[in-house]
């Protein structure tokens, strides 16, 4: 067990990492919208003083402290619960729990306090900084503990790490395939995130306005990565949980499934969308994702299958290849 000060260090570091995540995120965030510091400056405003003002050194200033100790406390709590939680993992529902108030905490705020900000902050560049910083910290935790995740999670831990990889995949995929679709049709190659930014988080109805929005092609490639993931996670328990032919079957109905939703999703949101991008090139996209998660899974189990194979070999045949033992007796 680690002691209690250890916990307290890891935690208080993992807040750090945390803090200096988000606010990277957001300077890289006022900077793309040509307006430097604009948001730590605003919330301080409107948390301390009531109201917007222009941004000052100041006001960084505060939030910044702010910022700072109010992560160090979430990244000890943090600490202890994952401590708490390797000796009963019957607490582990209750780090879900602060995981998830740790990131809707925020967007409520924006929420309720939005008309003082006047459209400057939008509620998905704060959910946006908050799970890269979740991210950030949670990959501290098992950095700093290799164990972790087999001690929380137990065996699913590798159906976990298989996911997100399966995920991350899919999702670079879609990346690859719509920069080479909007360098082909010679416009900005950044054009498609951007309009599937501006719909799905902004709500526009009209994608062509946000076609040049790099704050918006910044949030969405993160939900996209994390959306990714999260289906990849699905897959990938589908993928321990079945046997062939059965599983190839699933996989195939839930990707049948994911495009469905995606596209309907999309028309749902904005027939622009459709009309601008076409629902063939959004569907070649999923399909070549689709084709890189169903690879890598192949790939996975014939990998595993060998492995066990071998290692079943060496078990029935355990002299095989070693010289007599001539000190026997007899």
């Not at 702010?66 to 582990?92: P, Q, T």
């Not at 935790?141 to 790490?161: I, T």
């Not at 995920?167 to 082909?184: E, K, P, Q, S």
Request: proline fraction near 5%; include cysteine; charge should be neutral.
């Amino acid at each position: 067990m680690n002691s209690k000060s250890q916990i307290m260090r890891d935690g208080a570091i993992a807040g750090v990492l945390g803090a200096a995540t988000v606010a990277l995120w957001f300077l890289l965030f006022d900077l793309s919208r040509g307006r430097p510091f604009e948001t730590p400056a605003l919330l301080a405003a409107v948390l301390f003083h009531g109201t917007a003002q222009v941004p000052t050194p100041q006001l960084v200033a505060e939030y910044t402290i702010f910022h700072l100790f109010a992560f160090i406390g979430f990244g000890m709590v943090s600490a202890v619960l994952i401590e708490a939680s390797e000796r009963n993992r019957s607490l582990l529902p209750s780090l879900l729990i602060l995981l998830a108030a740790f990131e809707s905490l925020f967007v409520t705020l924006v929420t309720l306090l939005g008309p003082e900000f006047q459209g400057a902050l939008s509620w998905w560049s704060v959910l946006v900084g908050n799970l890269l910083a979740t991210a950030v910290m949670v990959g501290y935790f098992f950095a700093r503990h290799p164990q972790l995740g087999e001690q929380l999670f137990g065996p699913w831990v590798g159906v976990l790490a298989e996911g997100a990889a399966a995920g991350t995949i899919g999702g670079a995929v879609v990346v690859v395939w719509f920069l080479f679709y909007d360098l082909g049709s010679g416009s900005n190659p950044f054009r498609t995130p951007a309009m599937l930014g501006g719909v799905i988080l902004e709500g526009a109805r009209n994608p062509a306005v946000a076609a040049s929005s790099s704050p918006l092609v910044m949030g969405y490639t993160v939900l996209h990565f994390a959306v990714f993931v999260a289906f990849g996670v699905v897959a990938a328990g589908l993928a321990a949980s079945l046997d062939e032919p059965l599983l190839w079957a699933s996989f195939l109905l839930v990707f049948c499934l994911f495009e469905v939703f995606f596209v309907g999703f999309a028309s749902v949101l904005s027939d622009a969308l459709l009309h601008q991008l076409g629902w063939g090139t959004i569907v070649a996209g999923n399909l070549l994702s689709a084709a890189g998660m169903l690879g890598f899974f192949y790939w996975r189990r014939r990998a595993l299958q060998l492995r066990s194979k071998g290692r079943a070999e060496v078990a029935t045949t355990p002299n095989e290849g070693r010289s007599p033992d001539l000190t026997a007796p007899g």
